[in-house]
């Protein structure tokens, strides 16, 4: 966990790895002023980042299946079954929100 100095109104004003003289407390690495002060969003965590990074994996997964580099069946069941339900829903949402249906034009 880093160690933190904090200035006369408490605000953080340097991060150091090790205790020092005048950096002895120590904070949690989520701790919201400490993310604030490096100019990260408190409000993002490793779960808000996780939707885009499995669209991310699963465009990953299609593109090598597309290329012949991986078929579905190397997958484990679990990690098959899983694609698939994400894949039916995103279709089936697709489907729901192609409010005119098909390509007709305005």
Known sequence: M?????????????????????AREEVLAGDPQLLSFLGRDPGESFSSLDAGFIRVLEDLIDALIQKGVLRVTDLPHEAQRKLSERKGLRRRMQGALDLLGGSDVL
């Open 2 to 22: 880093p160690f933190v100095r904090r200035n006369a109104n408490g605000e953080i004003v340097a991060v150091f790895r090790d205790p020092s003289e005048d």
